[in-house]
Structures are given as structure tokens and as C-alpha cells.
């Protein structure tokens, strides 16, 4: 259960400044960006926007039966967008003053459960009752030994398969190092983490890190409770994918650019648990041994046990774009074309069915073999 410790002087610390916080400028203390810096002149949609786009980061971690925890869910930009995609939302934070305000930008949401924490435990959320944990601009701030305690509980509360999503501040850039040298004659609240220090962190509370991505200020670790290699096994037996249609552009005897083009395939969960799938397509050209990517498109479908879809990736031969569908709870990402397009070198089709955390890379592809892979597009004049 729950860790009942006394709070140290940090959590005592984290929570007065962030009740200060959220009663000063709430919207501009969760996300810094100049629409919500003055309070009397809040762009509400503008915020509504931002929670609405990290809600697509976490679409393919989810599916419609999942229960979500947020560690630090602040006013509830997020959980808000989120709660319509999921069974259940659970939002704890420090701040009593933070999860009154999220009581009422959450009104009306009744799917959702929101708790004021001690700053590292989970008070409250039973053992192994949750499918996703996600912290997001929240452990970037809390104190190394309390978000210790943190992954301790996420181990806690996630069923086993349960996976966290989670975002720390990355000590290994020239970026995170200045930010480092820039607060170490205060007290403000931040943390930094190499990704090898996470990993070991996480793997002592029996979290294992699957994917991760790197960039000049974060490290997002994406973790599964239990072993990894049998949750990527299982993803692996779960899913099958089979190319039933090519047509035009994707004809095996080929197509041309300015026509349309259509490639299908069946996907089947075989497993008895849901499976979100991300898909992704894009039409490539490969020259001087660099891959230049004409367009893609994104999507996300969470398939439920036994269910089988036809999705399908067209070629729009007018607008050099691509659109991938299938059934309506497809979630569709924006898709884009690189402009002008390369005019040298083969073409190709990729096409990849990846878990959660992944991002299609050529060693991605080895991995998960439930894929259709790469094919080779001949262009006809
Ligand atoms: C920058 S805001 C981000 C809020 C939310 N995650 C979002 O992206 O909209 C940081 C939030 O984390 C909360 N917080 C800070 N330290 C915390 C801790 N130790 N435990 C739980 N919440 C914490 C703050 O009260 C605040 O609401």
C-alpha cells in the first residue's frame, strides 16, 4: 500500500511554492508560453490547444478501456482532453490550490478522480489498478528522492504490462547543463538525469525502460512494469499484419506520381488484451544513400482483443498527400509533404505497425517484424 512517511522539508518546500504558484498565475506556471502570461488576458483556447496536442502523444499508450493516472496534473489541461479517450482519469497533485482549480476546469468531466498528494506517494489508488501512468513537466521539478518514491508507487499501481510514460530534465546536453549552471545558486525546483541513470533507476522498482527519446532539454523514458523483451514478445504474438491491395502508385508493376495510389493490409489482434497500434506511412526517395522523405501520415488504433481492421494508406496523386484509413476510431495525426519534392533517386513506400514509444526507424522495423516494411515503388513515365 501507499507509503505513509511524514513529508520532508522538500516536499514542504514543493508544496508552498506550487500552492503560491497556482494562485498567482495558475495557466502560465503549467505551461510557460506568452498566450497565458498575463492572467487578466488568458488565451483559454490557446491553453485548450496545448492539452488537446499532448493528449496525441499519449493516444497510442491508451485505449478506450484504460485507467490514466497524471503525477502533477496541475488545472488539468491534459487529464481534461483525455478523460473523453479512456474508461478513467486519475489526476493527483501537491497543490490543494492547483486541484481546486482543476475541480472546476474539470466540471462536468464525471470519468475523472482528482487527489491532492504529499509530493511522492499515491495516496488513495489501489495496487495494480491502473494501465498508463504519465507525468509530463511535473518530475523535471520534483526533488530526486521524492520522484524516487514516485516510480516506487507508479511499480505500485500499475497492473503488470502497465506502462509510464515519463518526463525528466536531460543533464547529458549542452542545453540541460546550462540550464543546470543557471539554477544552482537557488532553490528553484529543478531536477536533471542522465537516460543511463533513469534506466537504472527505474529497472531497481521492476520499471523497465522500452524506448526513450533524447532531446536538448528531456529525456522521455517510456516504461513497461515488468520485462520489456516480454512485452515487445507479446506485442510481437499479438499482431499480425497482412498487405491484402496494392494499386497505382503502390502496383507491384508500378505507378506514377501524379496519379493516386492505394495500399491495404488486415491487421488482427490475436491476444486477449487491446493492443494500440501507431501506424505510419510515408513515401520516400532514397539517394546517395540518404532517405528524403516526400510526405507521411500518422495514425493511431487501439484494437480491441480478437479484433481484426482493414486500414489502408492512399496516395492523392493531385496533392502529394497521404491519408491513412480505417476504421472511424482511427485516430488521424496531421499529416504533411515536404515541399519541393526531391526529384532524384528510387522511390519507396514505408509502411510500419509499431507499439507505444516507438519511433520508425530501420532497427524499429527489425523489431517488429508484424510490419509490412518497405517497398521498393517503380515510377513509370
Ligand atoms: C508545470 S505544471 C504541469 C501540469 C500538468 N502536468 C500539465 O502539463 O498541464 C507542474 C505541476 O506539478 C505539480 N507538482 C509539482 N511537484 C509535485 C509533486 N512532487 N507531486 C505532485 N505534483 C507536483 C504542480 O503543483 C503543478 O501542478
Given at each position: 500500500?501507499?507509503?505513509?512517511?511524514?513529508?520532508?522539508?522538500?516536499?514542504?518546500?514543493?508544496?508552498?511554492?506550487?500552492?503560491?504558484?497556482a494562485?498567482?498565475?495558475?495557466?502560465?506556471?503549467?505551461?510557460?508560453?506568452?498566450?497565458?502570461?498575463?492572467?487578466?488576458?488568458?488565451?483559454?483556447?490557446?491553453?485548450?490547444?496545448?492539452?488537446?496536442?499532448?493528449?496525441?502523444?499519449?493516444?497510442?499508450?491508451?485505449?478506450?478501456?484504460?485507467?490514466?493516472?497524471?503525477?502533477?496534473?496541475?488545472i488539468?489541461?491534459?487529464?481534461?482532453?483525455?478523460?473523453?479517450?479512456?474508461?478513467?482519469?486519475?489526476?493527483?497533485?501537491?497543490s490543494p490550490e492547483m486541484i481546486a482549480k482543476a475541480r472546476d476546469?474539470?466540471?462536468?468531466?464525471?470519468?475523472?478522480?482528482?487527489?491532492v498528494?504529499?509530493?511522492?506517494?499515491?495516496?488513495?489508488?489501489?495496487?495494480?489498478?491502473?494501465?498508463?501512468?504519465?507525468?509530463?513537466?511535473?518530475?523535471?521539478?520534483?526533488?530526486?528522492?521524492?520522484?524516487?518514491?514516485?516510480?516506487?508507487?507508479?511499480?505500485?499501481?500499475?497492473?503488470?504490462?502497465?506502462?509510464?510514460?515519463?518526463?525528466?530534465?536531460?543533464?547529458?546536453?549542452?542545453?540541460?547543463?546550462?540550464?543546470?549552471?543557471?539554477?544552482?545558486?537557488?532553490?528553484?525546483?529543478?531536477?536533471?538525469?542522465?537516460?543511463?541513470?533513469?534506466?537504472?533507476?527505474?529497472?531497481?522498482?521492476?520499471?523497465?525502460?522500452?524506448?526513450?527519446?533524447?532531446?536538448?532539454?528531456?529525456?522521455?523514458?517510456?516504461?513497461?512494469?515488468?520485462?520489456?523483451?516480454?512485452?515487445?514478445?507479446?506485442?510481437?504474438?499479438?499482431?499480425?499484419?497482412?498487405?491484402?491491395?496494392?494499386?497505382?502508385?503502390?502496383?507491384?508493376?508500378?505507378?506514377?506520381?501524379?496519379?493516386?495510389?492505394?495500399?491495404?493490409?488486415?491487421?488482427?489482434?490475436?491476444?486477449?488484451?487491446?493492443?494500440?497500434?501507431?501506424?505510419?506511412?510515408?513515401?520516400?526517395?532514397?539517394?546517395?544513400?540518404?532517405?528524403?522523405?516526400?510526405?507521411?501520415?500518422?495514425?493511431?488504433?487501439?484494437?480491441?482483443?480478437?479484433?481484426?481492421?482493414?486500414?489502408?494508406?492512399?496516395?492523392?496523386?493531385?496533392?502529394?498527400?497521404?491519408?491513412?484509413?480505417?476504421?472511424?476510431?482511427?485516430?488521424?495525426?496531421?499529416?504533411?509533404?515536404?515541399?519541393?519534392?526531391?526529384?532524384?533517386?528510387?522511390?519507396?513506400?514505408?509502411?510500419?505497425?509499431?507499439?507505444?514509444?516507438?519511433?520508425?526507424?530501420?532497427?524499429?522495423?527489425?523489431?517488429?517484424?508484424?510490419?509490412?516494411?518497405?517497398?521498393?515503388?517503380?515510377?513509370?513515365?
Open positions: 500500500m501507499t507509503e505513509t512517511n511524514p513529508a520532508t522539508e522538500r516536499q514542504r518546500f514543493a508544496k508552498a511554492y506550487w500552492d503560491e504558484r494562485a498567482r498565475d495558475a495557466h502560465y506556471s503549467i505551461w510557460g508560453d506568452p498566450s497565458v502570461l498575463d492572467p487578466d488576458q488568458l488565451d483559454e483556447d490557446a491553453f485548450a490547444r496545448s492539452g488537446e496536442l499532448s493528449v496525441r502523444q499519449l493516444l497510442p499508450f491508451i485505449h478506450p478501456k484504460s485507467a490514466v493516472l497524471e503525477i502533477g496534473c496541475g488539468g489541461r491534459i487529464l481534461r482532453p483525455l478523460a473523453g479517450e479512456c474508461a478513467r482519469v486519475i489526476g493527483v497533485d501537491i476546469y474539470m466540471a462536468g468531466v464525471d470519468n475523472a478522480e482528482l487527489i498528494g504529499d509530493g511522492a506517494s499515491l495516496p488513495g489508488v489501489p495496487n495494480q489498478s491502473v494501465d498508463l501512468v504519465y507525468s509530463l513537466l511535473v518530475l523535471i521539478h520534483v526533488d530526486k528522492r521524492s520522484a524516487y518514491r514516485y516510480l516506487r508507487e507508479i511499480e505500485r499501481v500499475l497492473r503488470p504490462g502497465g506502462l509510464a510514460l515519463l518526463q525528466f530534465q536531460n543533464m547529458l546536453s549542452p542545453k540541460g547543463l546550462e540550464l543546470f549552471q543557471g539554477v544552482v545558486d537557488s532553490d528553484y525546483p529543478f531536477e536533471f538525469y542522465t537516460p543511463e541513470e533513469l534506466r537504472w533507476l527505474l529497472k531497481s522498482v521492476g520499471l523497465e525502460v522500452f524506448s526513450e527519446n533524447l532531446n536538448a532539454e528531456f529525456v522521455e523514458v517510456s516504461a513497461v512494469r515488468g520485462s520489456a523483451d516480454d512485452w515487445i514478445a507479446g506485442w510481437r504474438r499479438d499482431l499480425s499484419v497482412d498487405g491484402v491491395h496494392r494499386t497505382g502508385l503502390f502496383d507491384p508493376k508500378g505507378g506514377r506520381l501524379d496519379r493516386d495510389g492505394l495500399l491495404a493490409a488486415e491487421l488482427t489482434n490475436r491476444g486477449d488484451t487491446w493492443r494500440t497500434v501507431q501506424l505510419t506511412g510515408s513515401l520516400q526517395r532514397r539517394h546517395r544513400g540518404a532517405l528524403h522523405e516526400l510526405c507521411w501520415a500518422h495514425g493511431v488504433l487501439a484494437l480491441p482483443p480478437g479484433a481484426e481492421a482493414r486500414i489502408e494508406i492512399r496516395y492523392d496523386g493531385k496533392t502529394g498527400e497521404l491519408a491513412i484509413r480505417g476504421p472511424k476510431e482511427i485516430q488521424q495525426m496531421p499529416s504533411r509533404r515536404s515541399n519541393p519534392f526531391p526529384k532524384q533517386g528510387a522511390l519507396e513506400a514505408h509502411f510500419a505497425v509499431i507499439p507505444a514509444g516507438f519511433n520508425w526507424s530501420e532497427a524499429t522495423a527489425e523489431l517488429f517484424p508484424a510490419f509490412n516494411g518497405v517497398l521498393p515503388v517503380v515510377e513509370r513515365n
